[in-house]
C-alpha cells in the first residue's frame, strides 16, 4: 500500500456500520497508507439507552468487522487494537492492513450498504433449518443463536417488547432521545431515523411529531388519551407477532469489559450480513436487554416514579422467556423473518466529514 486510496476506499464502505439511532459514533484519521485510527466515542451521557455504553460499543464492533470485511476485497487484513491509555467513554483504535495473498474476499463484502433495518412486519414464513445452520456458521467462535420461533414464544416476545415499550415511551430520558433523533417527513437521513422508517402509519407518525413537540404533552396523552397504545401496537407488538421468529445472540459468558462488547459487536454484524445475504429481513429488539439490566444492576435511570419497578418486570419476564443463564450472555436480540427491503431507512454521513486531520 504506498498511497491512502484503498485506505479511503475501505473506509468508505466501513462507514456503513450500524449504530443505535443512527449516531455514528466514530472519526477516522489516516495516518499512513495502512494505519487508521477510529476515534469513538459513546452516548450514554445523554442516551439512556445507552447503559455504561455498551450499545456503543457494539456499534464500534460493528464497525471494525464491516472494516476487516472490506479489507479482504483489497487482499488486506485488518488487525484492530484498542489503545487502553484512552477513557472508556472515547475508545481509540488502532486499524493497521497488512497484505495477504492468499486472503480471498469475503463474500458479505456484497451486503455492506444493502443491509438495513426493516421496522414494518415480516411474513411469519419459518426459517428454513439449512439458513440457520448457515447463519450460525457465519458467527465468530464462541457464539451461537437461541431461536424463539414457535408461536406461543413470538406472542411472549410481543407480550415483552409490549411492556417494553411502555418504559420507553413514559419516561423523559427516553422522551428526549426521540425527540432529537427522528428526522420528520424524511424518506432518509444521512444522521438520523427518517420517520418513514418507524414502521407506523402516516396518521400516528404526524401524531407523533406533534406529541413529541413538548414532553407536557406527551404526558397528557400518556395520561388521558391512551397516547402508548398506537404506537406500541404497530411498532412492537404487530411486529413481534409478524415474523419468522427472534433470536438471542449468545456469547459463552457473561460480557463485562469494552473488548468483550466489541467482540460482541462483530458478531452482530457478521449475523447481520449474512441475514441480508440469504435476503431476510432484521429489527434489533435490544430496549428490553437494557432495561433488564438496569434492572439487574439495581441502576436508577430515570426520574418517573415507578420506572425501577417496571424495568424490574421487564427483567423478570426477559429471564422467564430465557432462564437466567441465557439471559446474562445475550448480547443482542432481533426478529427475523421475510420481507421486502425498507423503502425508508437511514444513511451514513459522508467520508469527508467523518475523516479528522492528521
Known sequence: MNDSSVLH???????????????????????????????????????????????SQIAMGALIETAAIAASAHGLALHA???????????????????????????????????????????TQ??????????????PAGYSLHWLESPAQRRAVAGLL???????????EAYAVHRDIIDWKKQFSDDKVPD???????????????????WSRVQF?????????????????????RCAGHYALLAESPPKTVDDYVAAGR?????????????????????????????????????QRGSSQAARAVRDELISLLGPDLEARTVFFGRVGHSPLARSRSLRLPLERLLQPR
Open 126 to 139: 419459518a426459517l428454513r433449518e439449512d439458513e440457520k445452520d448457515i447463519l450460525s456458521r457465519s458467527l
Open 81 to 123: 487494537q484498542r489503545r487502553h491509555d484512552q477513557p472508556v467513554e472515547r475508545p481509540v483504535f488502532d486499524l493497521r492492513f497488512t497484505a495477504q495473498n492468499e486472503l480471498r474476499p469475503d463474500p458479505l463484502e456484497a451486503e455492506i450498504e444493502r443491509r438495513s433495518v426493516q421496522r414494518r412486519p415480516f411474513s
Open 267 to 303: 458478531a452482530v454484524q457478521r449475523l447481520w450480513l449474512q441475514l441480508s445475504a440469504l435476503k431476510l429481513q432484521m429489527q434489533p429488539e435490544v430496549t428490553p436487554l437494557v432495561f433488564a439490566r438496569y434492572a439487574s444492576n439495581g441502576m436508577a435511570f430515570s426520574q
Open 162 to 172: 409490549f411492556r417494553s415499550a411502555k418504559l420507553r415511551l413514559t419516561t423523559p
Open 9 to 55: 476506499k475501505i473506509l468508505d464502505r466501513a462507514r456503513w456500520a450500524p449504530s443505535g439511532d443512527n449516531t455514528q459514533p466514530w472519526r477516522f484519521q489516516i495516518l499512513a497508507p495502512d494505519h487508521a485510527v477510529a476515534h469513538c466515542f459513546d452516548t450514554r451521557d445523554h442516551c439512556v439507552y445507552d447503559l455504561d455504553g455498551h450499545p
Open 196 to 214: 418513514q422508517a418507524l414502521g407506523v402509519d402516516a396518521a400516528t407518525t404526524r401524531l407523533m411529531q406533534w406529541i413529541l413537540g413538548s
Open 221 to 241: 396523552f400518556n395520561r388521558f388519551m391512551a397516547g402508548t397504545w398506537m404506537p406500541r401496537i404497530q411498532m412492537d407488538l404487530l411486529p413481534a407477532l
